[in-house]
């Protein structure tokens, strides 16, 4: 069986080579339905390949073939505040992406791609699609439309009424991958890809665009000798992370157990998984810190005092 390396890592570092686009590019089509071209890459405040960077997030900014942004991002690690964090880098990108003065119209549409590795919210699907729409409160069957001018401004079309857009097609869409909640037989081409993210395995026969061409550039034994090695000490970085987090998460239970003899084995346990959620709070803390969040807003999402996320 062939050894593929973490998609997260390949994003990182092999993905951006113009020859691997396709990769994404296959992602991006099973995703939305329609052919999918990368123009370029732009700068994004996570397009970090440095080892150091202790945060299990990835993402990079696209440009597709119609001038839209696409944000594609990848969690590893629990995130409290994720929803929020969609938020803001959807914000952020419209933000940097439009020059001061410009007229509101040169706003473009942003697609936010999440893939995340843990529980988020409660439901039990793999793939989640969110847009805005204007709905009538009176009336719910009464969807807000383009004029037939900005249809033709906005998209450069002038199609009959039926066919018009919605004014919600101007916002950002979100699309959020749980790829853990994947369980079953894979039988259309985006579950072949949810598939392939949460196991690591393609299929010998696979068809689907971009794992084909998966096969070839992330397969670990046909890589040079500066990927792999590349390659072998982030996995050595991610283990050392994950080790240092569960050693401080059980150092916590333990010491709430050692009370425990003391005044009580249930009150031990509850300190100790109160340890626990504190070291989760400041995981998180950090993340936001890292995104530039005003250190107020951290302490009033994670209830950490401004001395305490000062010290991170």
């Not at 995130?79 to 509101?104: A, C, P, Q, W």
């Not at 857009?165 to 699309?175: C, I, M, N, T, W």
């Not at 000490?233 to 050693?247: E, F, G, P, S, V």
């Amino acid at each position: 069986m062939a050894n593929y390396v973490r998609f997260d890592w390949a994003m990182k570092r092999l993905l951006r080579d113009k020859a691997n686009h396709a990769v994404l590019e296959g992602l991006m089509t099973s995703l939305l339905g329609e052919r999918f071209t990368i123009v370029r890459f732009l700068e994004s405040e996570g397009n970090q390949t440095d080892e150091i960077d202790k945060f299990n997030r990835v993402d990079m900014l696209v440009e597709n073939g119609r001038g839209e942004l696409v944000i594609i991002e990848i969690q590893n690690s629990r995130e409290l505040t994720y929803f929020h964090r969609m938020l803001y880098g959807v914000s952020k990108v419209i933000t940097d992406y439009i020059k001061l003065g410009s007229n509101y119209g040169k706003v473009r549409k942003v697609y936010s791609v999440n893939i995340v590795y843990f529980s988020l919210g409660q439901g039990t699907d793999y793939v989640y699609h969110g847009k805005t729409v204007f709905r009538g409160l009176h009336d719910s069957n009464d969807v807000l439309r383009l004029s037939r001018r900005q249809q033709e401004v906005f998209f450069g079309t002038v199609p009959d009424d039926e066919a018009r857009k919605e004014a919600g097609d101007l916002f950002p869409e979100y699309y959020l991958l749980k790829v853990n909640n994947f369980d079953r037989v894979a039988k259309t081409p985006l579950d072949e890809w949810i598939a392939f993210l949460k196991t690591g395995e393609i299929s010998s026969d696979t068809t689907v665009p971009g794992l084909v061409e998966a096969r070839e550039c992330l397969n670990l034994d046909k890589m040079s000798e500066g990927d792999r090695h590349a390659y072998l000490r982030h996995m050595d970085n991610i283990w050392y992370q994950k080790h240092a987090l569960t050693t401080s998460f059980d150092d916590g239970m333990q010491q709430g157990l050692v009370k425990g003899e003391a005044i009580g084995l249930e009150k031990g346990r509850a300190e100790g998984l109160a340890e626990g959620k504190k070291l989760e709070k400041l995981e998180t803390a950090m993340n936001l810190k890292k995104l530039g969040i005003p250190i107020e807003t951290i302490a009033t999402a994670t209830g950490l005092t401004i001395d305490e996320i000062h010290t991170l």
